[in-house]
């Protein structure tokens, strides 16, 4: 037989419509095969390198605090309680609310596009530590999450999906009234 290389198109496509006719191997001896190479574990650099590969950022591409309140149809005078922001991510965009609530906060949102499990992390970056995570949360079947009781500050957002990480920007709470 000629090595494959040197084969013209009418002898290579004789060899593929030969193996295609050929049956296939009995099933006790595909487990057989298949048995000779122990599944592995996946090591820790190649989750790492997972991890990094499926982190998406997301933008923000809406923010009520960047609009003048006559641009949102409301009047000068009245304040709003709640800012709306809507950021943007491949394959799906993110609603965040943020409403005063007392001396606290609520941090609502929703996750718009395909049907996704997840949960959402919210972490705080201090003096004494770079990254500490404040609340964590799962998504519910519709996609939305709801995070109460938060203090004034910069917040940074991570949903993690099924199959990504999504980072927000830094997202302000409180600081404007």
């Known amino acids: ?32 095969a298949v048995a000779l190479f122990p599944a592995t574990a996946a090591s820790p650099l190649g989750k790492a390198a997972d991890a990094v590969l499926n982190r998406v950022r997301a933008v923000l591409s809406f923010d009520s605090w960047a609009q003048s309140p006559t641009a949102l149809g409301l009047r000068a005078t009245a304040s709003t309680q709640t800012r709306q922001m809507m950021f943007s991510a491949p394959g799906r965009d993110i609603d965040v609310r943020i409403v005063s ?45 709801r995070i109460d009781n938060l203090r004034a500050g910069t917040y940074w957002m991570t949903l993690h999906l099924n199959n990504a990480a999504v980072e927000l920007p830094p997202i302000e709470v409180g600081g404007r009234g």
């Open 1 to 32: 037989m000629k090595p494959i290389a040197t084969l013209n198109d009418d002898e290579f496509s004789g060899l593929v419509k030969a193996a295609v006719d050929m049956p296939d191997a009995p099933a006790a001896w595909v487990r057989s």
């Open 101 to 145: 609530a007392n001396d606290s906060y609520v941090l609502a949102g929703q996750i718009l596009g395909p049907d996704e499990n997840g949960a959402v992390e919210l972490s705080v970056n201090t003096e004494e530590q770079s990254a500490r995570l404040v609340h964590s949360t799962n998504l519910d079947d519709l996609g939305s999450f």
